[in-house]
């Protein structure tokens, strides 16, 4: 148990190093403007119609749902501003966020990981090339640009998605339900969604590079530390979702 | 595709998808809000954000709901399109069954002077609508439940069954004497008759018959006087307990009578304002009477039409910006102006003054021989040919976003305008896909920061941006405008003094 504490200790010691290490350099030139765009393309571009397809659904089952308990009290068109607001404030950040965790972050702690078993990343060392600047300072970089940007497409997809199921499929007024969703959305709802998501794509890419840093053991511990990695991400979005959504809220009054 | 051009597209269209959603969601005016507040007694049923309507027509927004002293306190921010005026009332009415309100508001009328930005409307009704009737109906229900409790109190119903028990009695006598009087009154006005003829004769016999018409009238006096004091006392006790009981129900009907009251006097005032508007009395009742006043009012609006619609026709915009390249150390200035004839259309025409000019480079292939060697040489040859370049634009406006194609520093090329919010725009232009080279990007960013202070500050802008981004020659500037629109040229046109 001891042991196990004292692991932990070291752990969390090594994580805070590296945080501040990479909050350091995130702001000392030179930027590698190459290796961001390349990371934007991967990030963004290469995400675009996952995240769309993702959220698309998302928005579509919200409004079914929600269509079915508000018609009970005939209010089915008041389902537009539950979608638009739940998919702004909530959904279209975490749903972005937890399909990026799934695509690139694992990508990113296995791409680094191997690296670090293959002894690629002491070969930069020697070369006095530091692996944070090179490998880690231009993955958030691009995941602070591209989460929002990808978070923005999930809130119109998202509430097309609500739209087409309403009007569509269930027969809704499609006026009535517009009216009501832009009634009641805010353009402060959709700006801290976008917030968050920057936060989510720092948040994610420094848990991710770390443990591809971390890693040792061969391919076995490639695979041990991508899952860890993956597991603490989610979990780190949703708590730091719930952080932000009360900071807002106490602060911001929204 | 050049992974720079991807990405610019990727960023652009989340910007796009981002910028229209929240346009949408935002309920921007054109022409920006002002800020009033107002005191209430009740806010139920009002939300953040809630509609401010003239008219049933859109005109604001509830901003915030808080308190003050007790009392509901609202902001509101009413499109700066719409004079309020310090008579100006605003009133609480239902929007939907669903129990959510808005605030419905008469800006007032120029007989009251024009109510400042910052201030309160005073004039606030929150009860109204169906809550209002529902209230007055409430109102008089306790009422009639009051009456109907004093009227079927044992006391009273004794009363009233006295009073009905009188009123049979008295109806009986009362017709019975009427009976018996009748008969002697038909004898009195047939005696009447016979002397009236006998007076007529004027004969001795004829007057002792009239003297016995007399005596019988007498007796028809002294029959009455009979039945008179017979009658007289309970008579009177009737008439009195009826007196007593209709004071009764008259005081428990005076304390329901008070909304009527009201009713009454609100309607005397409306005839006495109606009255002097018929009459011609007052601003209404002279603009109303006088046709003389409003056939002159009727000119000097069309002639203010006409001199402003003669001035310019159009939406003009009139812009003039210097930008100094970082790299190329000189000033790069443009003067354009924007034609406007329609919400959704534009038309720019503009000349810009470049100091790199138009640059063509020619490569031109000659051999040499030098001691019997002979030698490839290549000339490479840049003309600037000359500085002033011309911009002929057509545009057409879609929300916030702004298409725009044609001439473009005499080149062709199309270019995109972004305005999330009335102070700031991002522009991207895209143009010269004539030569080998890959076509000239130019991004610009303009913000004006001043546009909320008096003139001629709120004409200035800033700009910063890269020009010919992707190729080599790029380069990047920040710069200093100045932009105008007709509505300025109108006030610069009139305050000029005429010959």
């Known amino acids: 148990m001891v042991e196990f504490i004292a692991r932990f200790l070291r752990s969390l010691r090594r994580f805070l190093q590296f945080f501040t290490d990479c909050c350091r350099w995130l702001f000392c030139p030179p930027f590698r403007f190459g290796q961001i765009a390349e990371h934007i393309e991967k990030i963004g571009l290469q995400s675009v119609p996952i995240v769309a397809l993702s959220v698309f659904t998302t928005g579509m089952i919200l409004s079914l749902q929600l269509i079915n308990i508000m018609y009970i009290f005939r209010a089915e068109t008041f389902a537009g501003a539950a979608v638009a607001i739940a998919m702004s404030r909530e959904l279209a950040p975490v749903v972005t966020a937890i399909v990026l965790i799934a695509k690139n972050g694992s990508a990113m702690t296995a791409e680094i990981g191997s690296m670090k078993v293959t002894e690629q990343i002491s070969a930069m060392e020697t070369m006095a090339v530091s692996p944070l600047r090179y490998l880690v300072v231009p993955r958030i970089f691009a995941s602070i640009l591209t989460f929002p940007a990808l978070t923005a497409i999930a809130n119109a997809v998202g509430v097309y998605g609500g739209y087409f199921v309403a009007a569509h499929v269930m027969g809704v007024n499609s006026v009535a339900y517009n009216h009501t969703m832009f009634f009641f959305v805010d353009p402060d709802d959709i700006w801290t969604g976008l917030v968050k998501a920057a936060v989510f794509g720092f948040i994610v890419t420094v848990i991710c590079c770390y443990h591809g840093l971390q890693t040792s053991g061969g391919a076995k511990g490639v695979g041990r530390r991508t899952t860890a990695a993956v597991v603490l991400s989610t979990v780190a979005i949703l708590v730091a979702d719930y952080i932000m959504t009360f900071l807002f809220i106490r602060f911001l009054g929204m | ?499």
């Not at chain 2, 009415?93 to 007989?111: A, F, I, R």
């Open chain 2, 1 to 499: 595709m050049n992974r720079a051009l991807k990405i610019f597209v990727f960023f652009v269209f989340c910007s796009c998808c981002a910028g229209i959603y929240i346009y949408k969601s935002a309920d921007f005016f054109d022409g920006g809000t002002k800020t009033y507040f107002a005191i209430a007694d009740d806010a139920l049923g009002l939300l953040r954000d809630s509609d401010v309507i003239v008219s049933g027509v859109v005109a604001g927004k509830l901003d915030k709901i808080g308190l003050e002293n007790g009392k509901a306190k609202f902001t509101l921010k009413i499109s700066k399109d719409l004079v309020v005026y310090e008579n100006a009332k605003i009133e609480k009415v239902m929007e939907s069954m669903l129990g959510t309100y808005v605030l419905s508001l008469e800006p007032g009328d120029s007989s009251a002077p024009v109510l400042p930005e910052n201030s309160y409307i005073k004039n606030v009704k929150t009860a109204s609508g169906l809550s209002s009737a529902m209230d007055k109906v409430a109102e008089i229900m306790e009422k009639t439940d009051a009456l109907m409790e004093k009227v079927m109190e044992r006391e009273n119903q004794d009363k009233i069954n006295k009073i009905i028990d009188l009123l049979v009695k008295t109806t009986e006598n009362t017709s019975q004497s009427i009976d018996g009087n009748m008969k002697l009154l038909s004898s009195v006005l047939k005696d009447m008759a016979d002397v009236m003829q006998k007076v007529n004769a004027k004969s001795d016999t004829e007057m002792e018959k009239l003297s016995q018409v007399l005596k019988n009238t007498l007796k028809v006096t002294d029959r009455i006087a009979e039945i008179s004091d017979g009658k007289d006392e309970e008579l009177n006790k009737t008439l009195d307990d009826l007196r007593n009981s209709l004071k009764l129900i008259a005081e428990e009907l005076a304390a329901s009578r008070g909304a009527m009251q009201d009713v009454r006097e609100i309607t005397s005032n409306v005839n006495q304002i109606t009255e002097k508007v018929a009459n011609g009395e007052g601003t209404v009742g002279k603009l109303l009477n006088d046709d003389k006043l409003y056939n002159d009012i009727a000119k000097v609006s069309d002639k203010l039409t006409d001199y402003a619609d003669t001035l310019l026709g159009m939406k003009v915009y009139v812009d003039a910006h210097s930008n100094y390249m970082v790299f190329d150390n000189s000033f790069k200035t443009y003067f354009d102006i924007t034609l406007q004839p329609r919400a959704d259309r534009f038309y720019l025409l503009g000349v810009v003054d470049d100091p790199r000019g138009n640059v063509s480079h020619t490569e031109t292939t000659r051999t040499t021989v030098v001691n019997d060697t002979t030698y490839v040489v290549n000339d490479d040859k840049t003309v600037v040919t000359d500085n002033l370049k011309f911009n002929l634009q057509i545009g057409r406006i879609f929300g916030p976003v702004a298409l725009r194609g044609g001439i473009f520093q005499n080149k062709a090329g199309f270019g995109l305008d972004y305005n999330p919010w009335k102070y700031i725009s991002l522009s991207a232009e895209i143009f010269d896909f004539s030569g080998s080279a890959a076509p000239q990007l130019r991004v610009q960013g303009m913000a004006r920061p001043f546009l909320w202070t008096m003139e001629p500050f709120s004409w200035l802008y800033i700009t910063a941006g890269g020009e010919d981004l992707i190729n080599g020659g790029r380069d990047l500037y920040f710069g200093l405008g100045l932009r105008f629109d007709d509505d300025d040229l109108k006030s610069i046109v009139g305050s000029v003094p005429k010959p």
